[in-house]
């Protein structure tokens, strides 16, 4: 029997796809090629941090890993490679790193910021959903006095809702493992932060209760055209599926749009983290970036999870202990030690685009296909707006000529 909406990818883009979807009084049907536990959408850090955050693609990005990499505290990882795609991903990336683009992009993070963080509480709100989310801000921490100045030369006036330079006593208040070593803190307000697992797992629940049907454990592997639609998927299993509209939200593969010739300019960005329980005082009261080193400390209600590494050029699934060995080190250089208990390690790929900048919209030629892909480092943040947009695309049948958030906000047409 032909579907209404066929959603390819359980992770947080597919989810908050179907959300909206849902409510808008369609029929979703959700595919994914595994069981919806381990996806990079369940072991991200969790912070909802679209406000002064700067562009990973910034003036100063290439220089400052640079120096880094000869102090052996470089998160960013670039394996050698001659693909040609990547060589095509790091020019993009080194031609967007300037700083009218990094002005560009902050203005739309600001925007988009703001639409999710309202969508997430009315998520919350209207549906009782327990994210174990909590508005209370992200500390950035510095540990090199040059990063520290330069960011103090941006924040020299009085801005009480938005940000807060901590003295060593708030800065022990809000990280009591920090050591004498770090330089400074400042304490962004308007971030926030939640429990990506908790979060997913709540949307799956929800969805379900709500009607949506969910395919595990089926791996589409084709498109079928016809007369500039797309006719069917076929999956490994042999099944096909029907739809009145699919949508793409594979993360970082891109298997179905190689297949469709639609060249999507993103590469797998490989990430790990570290859960743990830790003592409840030495607990930091809220997300914590160390900014110079690219490890995020999230708080989450019965553990913390650190979180780094950017490596470009590996596929390996793998969790590699010389990376986890790594962030612990960076971690302590910078924290008082103490013991992580019940240590769960996990690694998961971004889906990184070279300006930041999400792939979505609607295929121009197969008027029944959309993509929501490329959400790259920030795709927590950014989730539900992003699922509001394709959401208004399919109910309104828009073209993306027709949306203005499609013009601003997707790699498509910048
Ligand atoms: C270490 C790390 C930390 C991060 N921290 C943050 C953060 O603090 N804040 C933030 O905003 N973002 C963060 N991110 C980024 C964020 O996690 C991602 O942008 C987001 O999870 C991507 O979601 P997605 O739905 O596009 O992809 P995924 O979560 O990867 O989901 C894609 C799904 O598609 C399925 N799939 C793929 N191909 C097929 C197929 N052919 N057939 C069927 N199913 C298929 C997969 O099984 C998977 O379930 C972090 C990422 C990493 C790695």
Not at 122 to 134: P, R, T, V
Not at 203 to 218: D, Q, W
């Amino acid at each position: 029997m032909k579907k209404d909406v066929v959603i390819i990818g359980a992770g947080i883009m597919g989810l908050t796809c179907a959300y909206f979807l849902q409510k808008n009084g369609r029929k979703v049907t959700i595919i994914d090629e595994g069981n919806i536990t381990d996806s990079t959408s369940f072991g991200n850090a969790g912070l909802l941090s679209a406000f002064d955050k700067t562009p990973l693609s910034n003036p100063g990005v290439l220089l400052n890993t640079f120096k880094l990499m000869l102090k052996g505290q470089s998160p960013a990882i670039l394996h050698p490679t001659l693909d040609p795609k990547i060589c095509k991903w790091l020019l993009n990336f080194a031609i967007n790193a300037n700083s009218k683009r990094t002005k560009k992009t902050m203005m739309l993070f600001e925007k988009y910021g703001e639409i999710s963080l309202d969508l997430y509480k009315q998520m919350i709100k209207e549906d009782n959903l327990d994210f174990d989310f909590h508005h209370t801000g992200m500390l950035s921490v510095f540990t090199e006095n040059k990063t520290y100045e330069a960011k103090l030369k941006n924040y020299n006036y009085v801005d009480e809702d938005r940000f807060k330079i901590l003295d060593k006593s708030d800065l022990s208040e809000y990280l009591p493992s920090a050591n004498e070593k770090v330089k400074g803190a400042i304490l962004f307000k308007k971030n926030a932060h939640f429990d990506s697992k908790r979060v997913m797992l709540e949307l799956k629940r929800h969805l379900e209760e709500s009607g949506a049907e969910f395919i595990l454990n089926e791996k589409i592997k084709n498109i079928n055209f016809k007369d500039k639609k797309v006719n069917y998927i076929l999956s490994e299993n042999k099944n096909f599926y029907e739809a009145e509209h699919f949508v793409l939200s594979t993360g970082y593969q891109t298997l179905l749009s190689d297949i469709r010739k639609k060249p999507l300019l993103m590469t797998p960005a490989k990430g790990y983290s570290i859960t743990f329980e830790m003592p409840e005082v030495l607990k930091p009261k809220t997300s914590v970036l160390f900014n110079d080193l690219f490890i995020v400390m999230t708080p989450r209600r019965d553990n913390v999870r650190l979180t780094s590494k950017l490596e470009i050029g590996s596929v390996d699934k793998n969790v590699v202990k010389k990376q986890i060995d790594s962030i612990k080190k960076n971690f302590f250089e910078y924290n008082n030690k103490f013991e992580m208990k019940e240590e769960v390690h996990w690694s998961g790929f971004r889906p990184l685009t070279p300006n930041d900048i999400p792939l979505i919209g609607r295929d121009e030629e197969y008027n029944n296909l959309s993509y929501a892909m490329g959400l790259g480092w920030l795709g927590m943040t950014f989730a539900p707006a992003l699922g509001n947009i394709i959401c208004d695309l399919i109910v309104n049948d828009k073209q993306n000529a027709k949306s203005d958030d499609i013009l601003l906000f997707s790699g498509f047409y910048q």
